[in-house]
């Protein structure tokens, strides 16, 4: 596997302009762990735009998509980055999506292409087309971002985490620096074809590749379940344990997973992700070792060797069974399998005292018993 560690290609062209716009050579060096707040800005298949990307609920007097996300980022202390899903242009048009990149910009937050390109170019994930379809995929996504944002696109996510090798060398071709479709938490693409299952960034195929974060919520023996580092599905507290983790282990980078819908999936308002957002900021901001970057910011300083990280590629912190319990109470509405979690205990001690009652009922019954005076 042709990978090798960003500094050994201090001369790569693409990454040497991409700085060089951003005009951040003189930043100066930093010894923490970068935070870095990813959205996926998407609508569902058939999902409206109005709600799912701009986050239009009727019971909230804002929308609390990315407009919302956008301020309230910048009023947190956070440079986001916004893979923005161009494709679904085919099904609404380009007013919404937009409306969305202007907001993104106007708090100073970052852009970047996100591929769901079935809209436009047909079915199937990026990974499932040929390298050459995949570039053309690319290219279109870009240059039309470019267009809108005018800024260079120069990061990336597959939608789904649909991407593979393949991917990796068309973003090369086209002139990428990063891309974050690396999940090895879930069965996607890119995570089996490589050899190992990075938790921190690392070059593959000559781009830096930023690992959606992951961790493990239990291990018994060797069996582990694992989970990404997601708003929504994840809870502060796990969130937190995971900053934590990355910190003492003077970890490169933990990449936070939201959607430009996380306040609004169920067609509702829901201001849960926007607390514990406010709750990770406020973590961050009190640790010395934590620091919120942008990912021009961290790819700036990976490339100048400005950061005094350890890339932790292998390391996988463990929540532990009672922050998943926990969490479990805290989505009790989300689904049945978090219902179960929470009440699991409930059902355990339940069980016990039947098994218990009925024993106890069976002695009684035996004529031992019925012989007693
Ligand atoms: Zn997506």
């Avoid at 267009?147 to 071709?173: C, E, F, K, V």
């Avoid at 406020?282 to 640790?287: R, T």
């Avoid at 009440?343 to 098994?355: D, E, K, M, R």
Wanted: net charge positive; charged share 20%; with cysteine.
């Amino acid at each position: 596997m042709p990978w090798k560690t960003l500094m050994e290609r201090f001369s790569s062209s693409a990454l040497f302009t991409f700085l060089a716009v951003a005009g951040l050579f003189h930043a100066p060096a930093w010894a923490d762990t970068s935070v870095l707040v990813t959205v996926d800005v998407e609508s569902y298949t058939n999902g409206d735009p109005s709600l799912q990307v701009l986050g239009a609920v009727p019971d909230s007097s804002e929308p609390l998509g990315v407009p919302f996300m956008a301020r309230r980022f910048a009023e947190l202390g956070i440079r986001g980055t916004f893979y923005v899903n161009v494709y679904e242009r085919a099904k609404y048009g380009d007013t919404v999506l937009r409306r969305a990149i202007r907001d993104i910009l106007a708090y100073g937050h970052e852009i970047g292409l996100h591929t769901h390109p079935q809209p436009t170019f047909g079915p199937g994930g990026l990974s499932r087309h040929p390298l050459a379809i995949q570039k053309q995929i690319l290219a279109w996504g870009r240059d039309l971002l470019s267009d809108w944002s005018g800024m260079p696109i120069l990061i990336h996510r597959a939608g789904g985490y649909m991407a593979n090798l393949d991917t990796l060398q068309a973003l090369q071709a086209l002139g990428f620096v990063a891309d974050a479709s690396l999940a090895p938490s879930v069965p996607s693409p890119l995570s089996k074809q490589i050899p190992a299952p990075y938790n921190d960034v690392a070059e593959i195929e000559e781009i830096v590749e930023l690992p959606v974060t992951y961790y493990a919520q239990i291990r018994l023996g060797p069996y582990e379940s694992l989970r990404l580092v997601d708003i929504e599905s994840s809870s502060a507290e796990e969130i937190l344990a995971v900053l934590a983790a990355f910190a003492r282990r003077n970890g490169c980078a933990v990449n936070i997973m939201m959607h430009s819908f996380s306040l609004t999936r169920y067609g509702k308002a829901d201001r849960r992700p926007a607390t514990k957002l406010a709750r990770i900021a406020q973590f961050v901001h009190e640790n010395e070792s934590l620091q919120f970057r942008g990912t021009r910011e961290f790819l700036d300083g990976w490339r100048r060797g400005a950061i005094q990280c350890t890339p932790a590629r292998d390391f996988v912190p463990t929540t532990g069974l009672w922050l998943t319990y926990l969490r479990a109470w805290e989505r009790f509405g989300d689904g049945w399998k978090n219902a179960a979690m929470a009440l699991s205990p409930a059902g355990a001690v339940s069980f016990a005292l039947l098994i218990l009652l009925l024993r106890r009922r069976k002695n009684l019954d035996s004529p031992v018993a019925r012989a007693r005076p």
